[in-house]
């Protein structure tokens, strides 16, 4: 999801662009239209055609990067050009008079620092402190990024012919209100990035042929209402940046009935009112980006009935009158993302008959249904906060976005990886713990109340593997048809049982590992104190851990207002990531434990064995050096190796937790594979780490065997001395069978097993 930074809007930079969209614009302009009418034809709803084929694709395939038409039709068309990209459209480029074919400069006067062509004259990044000497005939004149700190009166009086003027890029801090006195020609004047704080009363009086105005960038704190007072021209106003609050009270089209593109984007505006767009019924172009607008009145636009595009985003907006966009019946292009609706009404957008973009980013949509898009039939570009929402729009062949980076249009798990790597996980995790489980149940331990505390442990690590499993096997169940049971998965029971499940396993895993720490920390660095827990101490600490690690996992589940969805933020169920959406309760609940008690208990664990390694150090000083070095550098591989695991575990969580809450984009893909790989580490290590790897175990796995070799030997040796007993008795019988009924013989001394 893009942020308000990254939002895409109307550049203020318009030469190099105008040009290459006047290339391009021909072709794509009536592209989303062509686009959004062939749906109909022929294919289902929310299938689309492969150009003039028979054949339909669904949404989820058009315009994803790969061809899946045999004629590439589902990745053509795939730009979004509506709104004022292809107002362009409409602009005729006047040809040069192909009489006059020479560049030499016609003017006698100009600057040697400055380059001049015909009547135009650049004087670009030339250190001028003040308007140079020109000829009287300059038709355009380019002052960009040079020192001017003021306009004073008449400064231009004498260039009557100028038509362009470009003062971009310098450190003026006052324009005199007869600055532009005799500019009857002027038709763009570019002031931006500069330091104008306000514009005096008539400074535009002369400039009644302008067409664009471009002020962006610049600390205008305020406008007099009679400031554009001579813009009759005036088609295109940016004002970008600047730190106005509100707009005037008189329409701003006023003293510009021409005004076709206004772009007031990152100002400071808070209030809108009616009357300021009131005479504006010839503007095509509305921006209002990044703004602190908290609400519209229900008849803002009325007489907007020629706009083409309208940009809300990045405000304060928390409600839209139901009929707010009634008028706007030559719409194209609507942004309102990244404000603090709390609801969109189901007839919002009935009257956008020929809306072909509509931009929906960072909204959340509790009621969104499939009726409130169908009005808008040629709408071909949607952009929605959470991709699961596509699915309400099936009649758009362009929804973004298609992923979060964790699933897909089709699955669970958007990755063939994760999907695998889930289960993997799983099964280690599960098995490990088990096993360890189930030997430490059979071998006597010599501290019962340490083994005791591993298998809890172990029982809180396998709860990991169990979350892990359930993951994999809803993955499989929505294999191929995510997308229609998103939400309602982010929403079900289920998903939020399994989100309990893991964050319980974590917090128990945690609170376990510092305890089993600090308990090993007492017994190392004060070997002759009094402080060892007994039997009744262990077992009230390990109930009192898992009392505290349900109550962390379940207090989210108790109230949806203060915590709204807490654990269905996304298909894996899992609250790592915060986004600006997120309830502030809930924010910060998951800080509070992933960064409070969490980096406590890791920090801890660090000081604890740092601790322990020294003061097993200075313990072995007085030792055989050999055997000192052989002895520490085992204790120091063990410990690295516990103090690593849990970093490899933690450290990320909290840096993607510190980036959420600094507000930095993360990748989905990056919250996946923190959850299926880096969360359950420590579930699968620790059964090694703790219990596989230590000599006691091994010592008394290696006596087990023994014995159990020990003890088949036995059972071989007994089964086979009854055997042979079972055969002599055989024999005996057949010996005396043979004597009744065989002539007597001479038979040799017989062994005496046989009697």
Known sequence: MR??????RASPDFPALFLLLQLSATASGAVSMFASREVMEGCPLGQFPCGNMSVCLPQMLQCDGQRDCKNGADEEHCGDNSGWA???????IKKSDPEDLTDACSLQQYPESCDCTKTEVLCVGVHLRAVPLLSSNVTWLSLKSNDLRELPDHVFSKYADLQRLFLQNNSIHTVSSHAFTGLFKLRKLFLSQNYITSLK????????????????HNPLRNISHDTFFGLKSLTFLSMVNTSLMQLSKLSICHYMPLLSWLDFAENRIEVLNYSALMTCD???VLSLHDNKIETLPENTFQSLISLAELDLSCNMIADLPSNIFRSLKSLLKLNISHNTLLHIHAGHFDYLAQLESLVLEGIEIPDIQTKMFLPMRNLSHIYFKD????SYAPHVRKCKPNTDGISSFEDLLANMVLRVSVWVMAFITCFGNLFVIGMRSCIRAENSLHAACIKVLCCA????GVYLFFLGVFDVKFRGEYNRNALLWMESVECRTIGFLAMLSSEVSVLLL???????????????????PGKLQTGLVLVSI????????????LSDDLFGNYYGRNGVCFPLHSDRLEKPTAKGYSTGIFLGLNLLAFLVIVFCYSSMFYSIYKTGVNTDLRSRLHKDVAVANRFFFIVFSDALCWIPIFLVKILSLLEVEIPGTINSWVVIFVLPINSALNPILYTLTTSFFREQVELLLCRWQRSSSIIRDRKSLTSTTVYMEGSKHTFYHSKVFLPRLSVPDMDPRYG
Not at 3 to 8: D, F, G, K, T, V
Not at 201 to 216: A, E, I
Not at 514 to 532: D, G, N, Q
Not at 546 to 557: K, S
């Open 461 to 464: 690590d396998c709860l990991m």
């Open 201 to 216: 009363h008539g400074v535009f009086r002369d400039l009644h042929k302008l067409q664009w105005l471009v002020l962006d």
């Open 282 to 284: 010839g503007l095509t």
């Open 3 to 8: 942020s308000c930074e990254e939002a895409p």
């Open 546 to 557: 898992w009392l505290l690690g349900f109550l962390i996992a379940a207090v989210p589940l």
């Open 387 to 390: 991709f699961q929402y596509c």
């Open 514 to 532: 510092a305890y089993l720490t600090l308990e090993k920390f007492l017994v190392i660095v004060f070997p002759f104190s009094y402080l060892r």
């Open 86 to 92: 292809d107002i362009f459209d409409r602009t005729i």
